[in-house]
């Protein structure tokens, strides 16, 4: 970025939107780029709080009358030396029609003078008047380099003990995707908590990242500590999970090996594929980030739910390798592709950005999404090369419900030998595993407001007492097993299996 940065300052570029909440670092690779110009280029900061002010000199020392953007523009243009000119947190004031009309003169009066205007703000917000004339970059968060020299600042500062290469580099990626000014202040934390900074203390920088995402607003931080034991069968999926518990190492990459990009799980409701996402997260050790799309969706400013997605997709991709988890993916982009009489067209222009970075992304972020509903997807989600593989997950067999009982039942239970999974089996098919759960509940409620222990007949009663939604929704429920008879892998048997099982 920093070198696409100056070729576009050499090349005259007159506007330019850089979109970085470190200011500080942005405005020190940019006043390092003047540097090298001969004769050297000035650097220019404005602010609404105190103007026009020269880099590197004091506040006080400011351009008179500068403070409005409009005068600030102004100022700029009348200006006849070659230049930087870095305006800070234009966004709230770049739709109005003033504001846009100024720097329209500006970008017009720089040709053949060699002046720049660059826009730094936290967001992206670019009037329909200037996307013909801006070009937008994202300032990089700090690489492994610029983390090495702020933790031998702090090394050096606190007379710490030298850290062992291995040590030194577990810090260095927990901190990976923090500004500078958060691995400064988490490397401080892990120093004031423990004395001094090690590698045990990277659960300290990794809970600077938790508070990131809450920070964010959009996205959940979710810590799951059950394993795929719990899930009970989809042998199938969970070998596929199990064989790619490694494919974001270094080893895979040199084996030749690419990232896994995602996976898509379809299924009945109930059946375990939330689940799945969650334990997936423990299996493989990577941080699982639930995107919420919900809160992505604002209608309080133009522009506002995209740049939320952009933020949220920056977010996963600066803590990566991760899992993004998108849950219920029917409900979030149903309609999408009609969406222009209802929303203005958000939802269609949200799709297919996400659709966008799906198919461009270079950074290990696994996208892992459920859907029940496979009819209100739209069809460009399920082409091949959007998800590695898209399974399906059907009711659970008659050894998968036995299977089911005897983990929840031992989860409440130290001894379950009393209990006939066999006969539970039987009585309860049709049964979703979070049907089957649900029945183990009754079961005890009853027993409990009777001051005695649940037995084999309390299940069986709750089992009678439920209709399952196999039943309730029959048609959806073949509807969908007969589009994934031909579209999915089943999660719990091989192809040759799946072929020959009656629906």
């Known amino acids: 970025m920093k070198e696409e940065l100056n070729v576009l300052i050499q090349a005259q570029y007159p506007l330019i939107y850089l979109v970085t909440s470190e200011e500080e670092r942005a405005e020190q690779a940019i006043f390092a780029i003047g540097q090298v110009f001969k004769p050297q280029r000035r650097v220019y900061v404005w602010t609404v709080t105190h103007g026009i002010v020269e880099y590197g000199q004091p506040r006080s020392v400011t351009q008179h009358n500068t403070v409005s953007p409009e005068a600030a523009v102004e100022w700029i243009i009348r200006h006849r030396e070659p230049g930087i000119f870095i305006l800070k947190d234009l966004h709230p004031f770049i739709d109005a029609p003033a504001t846009t009309r100024s720097l329209r003169d500006a970008i017009a009066s720089f040709k053949g003078f060699q002046k720049n205007i660059i826009l730094m703000s936290p967001m992206q917000q670019v009037p329909i008047e200037l996307e013909k004339e801006v070009v937008v970059l994202d300032f990089p968060l700090p690489d492994m380099s610029d983390l090495n020299k702020v ?12 850290l062992t290469t291995e040590a030194r580099e577990k810090l260095l990626r927990a901190a990976l995707g923090l500004t500078k000014d958060e691995s400064e202040k988490v490397y401080r934390k892990a120093q004031v908590t423990k004395g001094r900074l090690t590698e045990d203390e990277v659960s300290i920088v990794l809970s600077e990242k938790k508070q990131l995402i809450r920070r964010n607003g959009i996205l ?7 394993t795929l034991d719990v899930v009970g069968g989809l042998e199938e999926l969970k070998n596929w999970l199990r064989q790619r518990s490694n494919a974001f190492t270094e080893r895979a990459r040199e084996y030749g090996l690419p990232q896994p990009k995602g996976m898509l799980i379809l299924g009945v409701p109930g059946c375990g594929k939330s689940l799945i996402a969650k334990t997936t997260s423990r299996l493989w050790g990577l941080p699982l980030l639930r995107l919420d799309m919900g809160r992505v969706y604002d209608g309080s400013m133009v522009g506002r739910s995209e740049a939320n997605l952009r933020n949220a997709l920056k977010t ?3 803590i990566s390798p991760a899992i993004l988890f998108i849950d219920e993916l029917d409900k ?3 309609g999408s592709s009609g969406s222009g009489d209802s929303d203005g067209g958000t939802s269609s222009r949200i799709f297919g950005s996400f659709l966008t970075w799906m198919q461009e992304k270079k950074s290990p972020v696994f996208v ?3 859907a029940n509903r496979v009819e209100r997807l739209p069809g460009e989600f399920l082409r091949k090369g959007r998800f590695d593989e898209i399974f399906f997950v059907d009711l659970p067999t008659t050894e998968e419900r036995k299977e089911i009982f005897r983990i929840h039942l031992t989860k409440r239970r130290s001894d379950i030998s009393r209990f006939d999974l066999d006969q539970l089996s039987k009585m309860s098919e049709g049964f979703s595993g979070a049907e089957i759960e649900q029945a183990i509940v009754a079961a005890m409620y009853e027993a409990f407001a009777q001051d005695r222990e649940f037995t084999q007949l309390d299940i069986i009663a709750a089992l009678k007492a439920t209709l399952p ?13 007969d589009w994934a008879r031909q579209r999915a892998r089943p999660a719990a048997a091989s192809f040759a299996e799946y072929q020959r099982m009656e629906f």
């Open 151 to 162: 933790l031998n600042n702090h090394l050096d500062d606190n007379r710490g003990r030298r």
């Open 220 to 226: 959940d931080y979710i810590e799951e500590d059950e």
């Open 316 to 318: 996963a991709e600066s």
């Open 332 to 334: 979030s982009f149903a």
């Open 368 to 370: 892992m999404a459920t």
């Open 469 to 481: 939604l196999s039943r309730t929704m029959q048609e959806q429920v073949t509807a969908l097993r």
